[in-house]
């Protein structure tokens, strides 16, 4: 079993809908979250940290089950810019190592 | 914010030849480097973590003869490909976290892409 899993899509959405992706982490130790977004042929970039309360930024909003290692982002009024691979990352502890990349979910966000 | 930067961006060389890549940090002191390689349509995978100043750490499966990682400075890594091969082919892209605050976050480069002939 992967360690950080994710569907890797597409999902493929009109410009204006509500989107969801979800990722499963197998380590139950993992302390940290994020999101990060690849663009085709770029390096990731970190989109939101992901807390246990769950945030938000803007019309992105993350949460975490830690209960069921369960992690989630939510994209409202997509836009043709959120087109990417969206990559959920885990940390196994607080140092800023050991980040564990899942397979990515890829967005097409068409007009 | 915290820039890091790669060089080259691309290499395209022959089989056998070795390839040298640059990681450094533009405005921040990299205490720790990282080094990641990605195949088309996969997921990141670490291969390696450097401290400024010692041996690098390798991950399993991940030959350190063949990849060779020096972190000589607070703002230099570099990853070389010995007598690389065509499944070395791959983008490689390195991250760096600094001292202070922030320094939980990885700082990603551009990465590099390597096509081995």
């Known amino acids: 079993r992967k360690e950080v899993e994710q569907d890797p899509g597409p999902f493929n959405v009109p410009e204006g809908a509500t989107v969801a992706f979800n990722c499963t982490y197998s380590?139950?130790?993992?302390?940290?979250f994020f999101w990060y977004r690849q663009d085709c042929r770029k390096e990731p970039k970190l989109l939101m940290s992901?807390?246990?309360s769950g945030n938000e930024d803007g019309r992105f909003t993350a949460q975490l089950n830690r209960a069921s290692q369960y992690i989630s982002l939510l994209i409202r009024d997509s836009k043709l810019s959120d087109s990417a691979t969206y990559l959920c990352?885990?940390?196994?502890?607080?140092?800023?190592?050991?980040?564990?990349f899942g397979g990515g979910t890829r967005l097409m966000v068409k007009p | 914010g915290a820039v890091v930067s790669q060089h080259p961006s691309w290499v395209i060389c022959k089989s056998g030849t070795s390839v040298k890549i640059e990681c450094r940090s533009l405005?921040?002191?990299?205490?720790?480097m990282f080094w990641y390689r990605q195949f088309p349509k996969q997921s990141l995978m670490l291969m390696a973590t450097?401290?400024?100043?010692?041996?690098?750490?390798?991950e399993q499966g991940v030959e350190k003869d063949k990849f060779l990682i020096n972190h000589a400075s607070l703002t230099l890594s570099t990853l070389t490909v010995t007598s690389a091969h065509p499944e070395d082919s791959s983008f490689y892209i390195c991250?760096?976290?600094?001292?202070?605050?922030?320094?939980?976050?990885?700082?990603f480069g551009p990465g590099t892409r390597l096509l081995v002939l």
């Open positions: 991250s760096a976290t600094g001292a202070g605050a922030g320094s939980q976050t990885q700082y």
């Open positions: 380590n139950s130790a993992s302390q940290s």
């Open positions: 992901v807390y246990s």
């Open positions: 990352v885990v940390n196994k502890d607080n140092a800023g190592n050991m980040l564990t």
């Open positions: 405005d921040f002191q990299a205490t720790t």
């Open positions: 450097s401290n400024e100043g010692s041996k690098a750490t390798y």
